[in-house]
C-alpha cells in the first residue's frame, strides 16, 4: 500500500520537492524539473509504495536520508514482495519507477547495482504473447491503409459511417508514420499541431506538450497528401458541430475526441483491416521494431521519432539491429565461402 501524504517523513518531502525546484543555468534546478505531469505524478505513486512498503516493514527510519534506505538487500526484498503480489510487468514498472526517483534524488551515488536490477527487471517482464503478435510489418501496414484511404476517399462521403471510416483509417496511417503519443493525438489542432508548410504537412508538438518535455517535429509522407485533403476540405466538415473547431479528430457531434474514444477507434478500425486490434501505442513498437530490422544506425533514429528522452528506451532496439547486422554479416560470408 502506497504511504499517505500525512505520514512521508519530513526529509523524503523535502527531498521530492527539490526534484522540482525551479532555477536556471546560474543556480541550478531540480533534477526532475523536466518532467511532465503525467510522469511526475506516477513516480510519486511510486515512492509512496516504497515508503508504504518500508513502514509495513519497520524499516521506515524518518531521520535517514531517502536515499540511504535504498540499500541492494532491501530493494531486493521490495522486489520480490511486488512479484508475489502483482503482474510481472506492474512489479518491474513499481521497481523502475522508484529507481528514477532516486537517481535523482542523489546523482552522485553509486546506482549501478540498481541499473543492473532493473535492467534484469525489465527484461523478466518481456511482453506477453498477444504483445509480440502486435508487432506487424511496417511496410505492410502502411500500404494496407493506403489501400483502404485510396478506396474510402473515392467514395461520397455522405454518410456518417464514412465520414468516420476516412476519419479512422487516416488516424491509424498517420500513427503508422508519426508514432506519437495518446495525449498528443487526442490534443492535435489544425495550423498549431498539424499545418502545411509548402508542399509538405508537418506535425509539431513543443516541449510543454509532451511526455518527456522533448520537442516533436515530424513531417508526414506525401503519399498522405491527397487524403488528408479530402478528409480535411470534405469528411471532417461533414462531420456536425467541427465548423468552428480546430481539433483534428472530432467525435460524432463535433467535439475533440476523448483519448478513450482515440484508443476503442483505432482498435477497431486497425482490428477491421489488419485483422489485429492495434491501440496508439503498439504503432510505436511498430515502427521501433521496423527501425531496428533496418541497420544500427536506423535503429538509433527511433529515439528522435518516438521522443526518448533517455538513451536505454531504444538501446533494445539497437542492440537488436546490431544482432541483426552481425548475423546479415556472418551469412554473407558463409555465402561467399559456399559460392566460392
Known amino acids: 500500500a502506497e504511504l499517505h501524504h500525512d505520514d512521508v517523513p519530513e526529509a523524503d518531502q523535502a527531498a521530492w520537492d527539490d526534484l522540482f525546484r525551479p532555477g536556471d543555468i546560474l543556480h541550478g534546478r531540480g533534477e526532475a524539473v523536466h518532467w511532465a505531469a503525467a510522469t511526475r505524478r506516477t513516480n510519486a505513486k511510486h515512492y509512496a509504495r516504497w515508503l508504504g512498503w518500508l513502514a509495513a516493514t519497520g524499516r521506515l527510519d524518518a531521520d535517514a536520508d531517502p536515499w540511504q534506505r535504498a540499500t541492494p538487500g532491501r ?147 506525401r503519399e498522405l497528401d491527397p487524403f488528408l485533403d479530402v478528409y480535411l476540405d470534405e469528411g471532417r466538415p461533414k462531420i456536425p458541430g467541427t465548423a468552428d473547431g480546430a481539433h483534428v479528430w472530432p467525435a460524432c457531434k463535433g467535439r475533440p475526441m476523448a483519448e478513450g474514444t482515440i484508443y476503442a477507434a483505432v482498435r477497431k478500425r486497425s482490428r477491421e483491416l489488419l485483422g489485429v486490434a492495434l491501440n496508439p501505442h503498439a504503432f510505436r ?49 558463409f555465402r561467399q565461402i559456399r559460392d566460392a
Not at 126 to 144: M, Q, T, Y
Not at 304 to 309: E, F, K, N, T, Y
Open 285 to 333: 513498437g511498430i515502427a521501433a521494431t521496423f527501425l531496428a530490422e533496418s541497420t544500427p544506425a536506423d535503429a538509433l533514429h527511433a529515439r528522435p521519432l518516438l521522443g526518448h528522452r533517455q538513451g536505454e528506451t531504444t538501446e533494445r532496439y539497437y542492440i537488436r539491429a546490431s544482432q541483426l547486422d552481425a548475423s546479415r554479416s556472418v551469412t554473407a560470408a
Open 75 to 221: 530493494i531486493e526484498a521490495y522486489a520480490r514482495s511486488l512479484i508475489d503480489r502483482l503482474a510481472p510487468r506492474t512489479a518491474a514498472s513499481a521497481v523502475i519507477g522508484l529507481k528514477c526517483v532516486l537517481l535523482r534524488m542523489h546523482p552522485a551515488g553509486d546506482w549501478r547495482w540498481l541499473r543492473d536490477l532493473t535492467n534484469r527487471l525489465d527484461r523478466w517482464a518481456k511482453p506477453s504473447r498477444a504483445d509480440r503478435e502486435r508487432i506487424l510489418p511496417a511496410g505492410d501496414v502502411f500500404r494496407r491503409l493506403l489501400a483502404e484511404l485510396a478506396r474510402t476517399a473515392a467514395g461520397p462521403l455522405a454518410k456518417r459511417r464514412e465520414q468516420l471510416a476516412l476519419r479512422d483509417t487516416l488516424l491509424c496511417a498517420v500513427l503508422s508514420v508519426c508514432p506519437i503519443r495518446l495525449r498528443n493525438v487526442a490534443m492535435m489542432e489544425l495550423d498549431r499541431h498539424l499545418y502545411r508548410l509548402g508542399d509538405e504537412w508537418h506535425l509539431r508538438f513543443n516541449v510543454h506538450e509532451t511526455k518527456t518535455a522533448q520537442p516533436i517535429h515530424l513531417v508526414l509522407p
